[in-house]
């Protein structure tokens, strides 16, 4: 639709509906049967699932016309989410989060969370990798593919 804005290197499946305004960074990746609705912003590397839904009103009703309170959902560089998700319109997806196949976001996600279930919660953390973080008692993770370290500090990650 008019208004969006694509980066470069981006990889869009069959049957996948782009809206006004939306605005997907570099490198992302929308697999088939995605509609990314007016509101939504990905940031570079994001990496949108099979038949992942995203929604734009809170309350929709067929014969109220809410297009004037669409609302904005923010997903950071590196965040993947599965096939079947839904995320709910108003929140931020962290840096690097990993949302399971079939999760429903109705929440904002810390950066490198592990969310599954309905309504989602966090299982974990995962790294930039998209692999599970084993933490020590000293509260550090080695990813197993990169060995790229991870500190875990008040329910916080950040990169060592």
Not at 27 to 43: A, F, L, M
Request: hydrophobic share 40%; with cysteine; charged share 15%.
């Amino acid at each position: 639709m008019t208004g969006c804005v694509l980066g470069s290197n981006c990889t869009i499946g069959q049957n996948v509906f782009v809206g006004n305004g939306v605005v997907l960074g570099n490198k992302v990746k929308v697999q088939n049967n995605v509609s990314i609705y007016t509101g939504v912003v990905c940031e570079d590397e994001v990496f949108l699932g099979p038949s992942m839904v995203f929604t734009n009103v809170i309350n929709p009703r067929s014969a109220i016309e809410r297009k004037n309170l669409f609302m904005q959902t923010l997903v950071k560089k590196g965040a993947s989410i599965g096939a079947n998700a839904t995320i709910v319109c108003g929140n931020e997806l962290g840096e690097f989060c990993m949302i399971g196949a079939g999760a429903v976001i109705t929440k904002s996600v810390k950066p490198y969370a592990l969310m599954m279930g309905n309504p989602a919660r966090q299982k974990g953390w995962v790294s930039e990798y998209g692999h599970t973080l084993h933490f020590s008692p000293e509260g550090k993770a080695t990813c197993p593919e990169s060995s790229e370290q991870y500190q875990l500090k008040n329910d916080a990650i950040s990169k060592i």
